[in-house]
């Protein structure tokens, strides 16, 4: 089924058109490279993978409960609209829910890889290049992957998040050759980052851990470049330009708090506007997940040396300023863990199920 027809609301105009500037940067040095970068590119082509084969599509989904959400994860929960709903109300609420977090991580992947093609073309060092191609393909993979899970298992497609939108259009508009690892890898992929393992660790269907976890290890590396990229060149930038980035991730970070209210969804069941952004802000539990949000930016930004003054007061602004301290490479190692971890498990029990299988058939034929 074509994904229009699948869209919760219109998206309007099917292509985004955004204007782009900036130059294409060719690099004559071959021989030569950082070794750390070099190394993640190594690692980056050993850690390909096939989304229709190491995914196991056959497992049943149910649309109404497609993540296990529970009852007081959800705006609405202990306002007088829930109390109106009926058990099939709140089944198509998780099923628009679902969509609408998916449908972010879908578009978001896209621009992604949009934003790791423009790295490939405007960043002036080869090693970096060469990691961005790997990365290009990741997010290819991963758009793909949410893109099957929406249609097959889901069924439903929200268009993109207007603030997500918003920070996705300046990132991609900015001249500088480093704005897309800033906006993409530093902020929009941080982001996500932290939302996806929390779903991860929740959530008790096997699909979507399974979704989450493989591409979570995608992208502990492309995070892991962006610091790498980042830390180098900003050693070299004056005050004046570390401030001009510093005011870029500060915007860029209120629009990522305010894209994760999921009004759209909540304007869809006729709840009017200014009460959906009321019960957005009085929820408790949407509160501990935007400042969970930010665990992987947070300390990314201070470690690429992005920590000025009006910086810190913004977190202080978002109660998220100690997360600066957080420990990220611990994290990263955990997302790759993580997934090690579910594929061995998973194979072994295939293995188990084989061999089970093959010591039936002998007694059968023993037997016969």
Known sequence: MPTHELYAKDPGDPLWTVPASGAARFSWEYDDGRERLLALYQKGKDKQWDGQRRIDWELEVDPYDALGTPDESMTLYGTPYWAKLTDRDKGELRKHYASWQFSQFLHGEQGAM??????????????AKFYSATQTMDEARHAEIYARFLHEK???VYPINDDLQALLGDTL??????????????????LALAAFGMIRDTTDKPLPKQILAYVMQDEARHVAFGRMALRDYYRQLTDAELREREEFVIEGCYLMRDRLRGM???ENFGIPKAEAEEFSERSEFLALFRKLLFSRIVPCVKDIGLWGRRLQQAYVDMGVLEL?????DLLMAQDEEIAERLDAERFAVEERERVAEVGEAIEAGAEG
């Open 114 to 127: 949009v934003c790791a093609a423009r790295i490939v073309e405007s960043v002036p060092d080869l090693d």
């Open 173 to 190: 508009r900015d001249s500088r050759w480093d704005m897309p690892y800033l906006g993409m890898q530093v902020l929009i992929e941080g």
């Open 154 to 156: 889901i069924g439903m």
């Open 324 to 328: 600066g301290d957080a420990g990220l």
């Open 264 to 266: 759209e969804v909540l």
